[in-house]
């Protein structure tokens, strides 16, 4: 595909996340904004902000930011979500961000907010902090949605305890969620009874895990924990590698020949493969699977800008297929990475 079409479709797909008007998917939109961000394109960076002021004028008394109603009849494997502050700081990532551009302390003032509930939350015995508020469980999601903030806060409170504690939650992580046999994760552990509510192993709560991987890397600088994410990261990679199907996808239960066919998963697998190609990570050789990760779902993209084919939250087996603004974000996520490999402009 030309670099000049894949930059059109990042318009449309851009477009399209951006007239979402379901104010009930903050943690989703949160890796859209994500993605305008840092693809830049100044009129979409613009606009998105109101999406950030929106949710910071919903910002609950707890210190909140998405709307965190619970929900119950879920498909899959969780039947109830009380959502907690580890998912909803993930919002707190692209407020930051606004924040180091706009100056505008009302968003530092929401983030401190957040930060408060997050270090406030219930944790497990190990120190992670819960994933939902139904019992002491830990999520692969969930070192993708409060770790970069974290970091990211303590960067500009110029407080290194912020990055410890990210690193704290990601080895917790790590360390129950990680099948030592495979290097890949599973989605979750419960530790009361102690067991995992769904043991398979997951495209997309993998594809968190390397991606999170890659963007802790770029943005903590020097530590010793260091060699420890990047190793449980690429191997996570590697493993997922194995799996990649001829057409480019990977199944939604990433060893599951029977699964469908995932997009979220197989564009955040091209994401994080590329950028861990920047950082030296991974050699070039590897572009060509990311590649074809990011050019089979660029096929399916439709004419008003949707990225179809993404498996609904909460993920695990039995959820239905549609669209989802993280599914949005991560196209132009990998895009961006790919097309600065490739030596092409990012934003327009």
Request: glycine share 10%; net charge negative.
């Amino acid at each position: 595909m030309e670099h000049s079409q894949i930059r059109e479709l990042v318009g449309r797909v851009t477009d399209f996340a951006l007239h979402n008007t379901e104010e009930r998917d903050v943690w989703e939109k949160s890796i859209a904004l994500t993605a305008i961000l840092t693809w830049n394109d100044p009129e979409a960076v613009q606009k998105a902000e109101r999406i950030i002021a929106r949710s910071v004028a919903t910002q609950n008394s707890d210190g909140n930011l998405n709307y965190s109603d619970a929900v119950d009849g879920l498909p899959g494997h969780i039947k109830t979500f009380t959502p907690i502050a580890s998912l909803t700081s993930s919002l707190a990532r692209p407020l930051l961000e606004y924040y180091k551009r706009t100056g505008n302390t009302a968003y530092l003032e929401a983030a401190d907010l957040q930060m408060q509930a997050l270090m406030n939350s219930p944790r497990t015995s190990g120190g992670g902090f819960w994933s939902r508020g139904e019992g002491p469980e830990l999520w692969i999601d969930m070192v993708y949605m409060m770790t970069p903030f974290l970091v990211s806060y303590g960067q500009i409170k110029e407080d290194p305890s912020y990055l410890e504690e990210a690193v704290l939650q990601h080895r917790v992580a790590i360390e129950r969620l990680v099948d030592p046999f495979t290097g890949l994760s599973r989605h979750a552990w419960c530790e009361v009874p102690n067991h995992y509510p769904q043991s398979t192993f997951w495209a997309r709560g993998n594809g968190w895990l390397t991606a999170v991987t890659v963007d802790l890397l770029e943005m903590m600088g020097p530590h010793p924990a260091r060699d420890f994410i990047a190793e449980t990261g690429m191997r996570a990679l590697r493993e997922m590698a194995k799996y990649q199907d001829r057409s480019g996808f990977f199944r939604h239960i990433i060893d599951g020949p029977g699964s469908k066919k995932e997009a979220s998963a197989t564009l955040i697998y091209a994401y994080s493969v590329a950028k861990a190609v920047r950082l030296g990570l991974l050699y070039d050789n590897w572009l060509d699977s990311a590649w074809r990760a990011f050019n089979v779902v660029a096929g399916s993209v439709r004419a008003d800008g949707m990225v179809p084919g993404v498996a609904i939250p909460p993920g695990g087996p039995g959820v239905p297929f549609a669209s989802a603004p993280f599914g949005q974000g991560f196209f132009i996520l990998a895009a961006y990475e790919l097309l600065g490999l490739a030596g092409g402009e990012g934003a327009k």
